[in-house]
């Protein structure tokens, strides 16, 4: 009972971290516009306004990129806990956190070439998205349940 317990704790922090992701994100993305294109309104909350108050164009871009690496590092990180729970060892921390950086590492590198080659960008974005949400933890369950019933 504590095991499944644990498994429903780890996907429901990865939904809410989601949420919040989702809550900051398009928010910072609402302000950046408001930025880039001189909008008489920022259509961001007002709390998320309020918070990057005096914030210019670059500033709020470093915030982007270090908060996509935050939530990727956190989805990983419950990644490699998941996995730990479901399959009983670490087997699988190493695969997990290499294929993090892998995917990682090639959507920053499709954002690269996004400029001579604008379709590499949304695929960059797409790439960069699978890592901060929990998808990858419903996979991590979905594929020990799979393990669990063909054994």
């Avoid at 302000?31 to 108050?53: C, G, I, M």
């Avoid at 914030?55 to 419950?78: Q, R, S």
Wanted: with cysteine; net charge positive; hydrophobic share 65%.
């Amino acid at each position: 009972m504590a095991r499944r317990l644990l498994i429903v704790m780890i996907l429901v922090v990865g939904v809410v971290l989601g949420a919040l992701r989702d809550f900051i994100f398009i928010n910072l993305n609402y302000q950046l516009d408001f930025l880039r294109n001189h909008r008489a309104v920022s259509f961001a909350h007002s709390a998320f306004r309020k918070a990057v108050e005096g914030w210019d164009l670059v500033g709020l871009t470093a915030l982007k990129w270090m908060l996509a690496a935050f939530f990727i590092a956190c989805t990983a990180l419950l990644s490699v806990l998941l996995a730990r729970i479901l399959f009983g060892d670490h087997r699988y921390a190493r695969p997990i956190v290499l294929g993090y950086l892998l995917v990682a590492g090639l959507a920053v590198v499709l954002h690269f070439l996004s400029t001579p080659v604008p379709a590499f960008g949304g695929v960059a974005l797409k790439l960069l998205h699978l890592l901060q949400y929990p998808v990858l933890l419903f996979f991590l369950w979905a594929a020990a349940t799979l393990r669990q019933r063909l054994a």
